[in-house]
Nanobody, 121 residues
Framework: QVQLVESGGGLVQAGGSLRISCEAS????????IGWYRQAPGKQRELVAE?????????LDSVKGRFNISRDNANAKNTVYLQMNRLKFEDTAVYYC?????????????WGQGTQVTVSS
């Protein structure tokens, strides 16, 4: 089991910056991927950025060059951050922290509670 607690988010003007955080606890040694998804009203949830187990990153095309995902594994922490710069109105969404693990029972997806990011135009 993995527990995810998100923080950050809020209201920001277009062109501004925001950072959201997600602290993972529990069976973190079994994490295969950790990152962020988002879901805007009336749209499907989409991958924004994530780390794979080998440390490589994957970004949604529309956020490349503006968003940066990082992680802190020091001192028994397992925290992932999403630094969002040059925010656009279309970045408005609920952002969800996501963890993927694999076990004997198969694929396991864990989600945070979601944090609202609102970009005013």
């Amino acid at each position: 089991q993995v527990q995810l607690v998100e923080s950050g988010g809020g209201l920001v003007q277009a062109g501004g910056s925001l950072r959201i955080s997600c602290e993972a606890s529990g069976s973190t040694s079994s994490i295969n991927a950790i990152g962020w998804y988002r879901q805007a009203p009336g749209k499907q949830r989409e991958l924004v950025a994530e780390f794979s187990r080998d440390g490589s990153t994957n970004y949604l095309d529309s956020v490349k060059g503006r968003f940066n995902i990082s992680r802190d594994n020091a001192n028994a922490k397992n925290t992932v951050y999403l630094q969002m710069n040059r925010l656009k109105f279309e970045d408005t969404a609920v952002y969800y922290c996501h963890v993927l693990t694999w076990s004997w029972s198969g694929r396991n997806d864990y989600w945070g509670q979601g944090t609202q990011v609102t970009v005013s135009s």
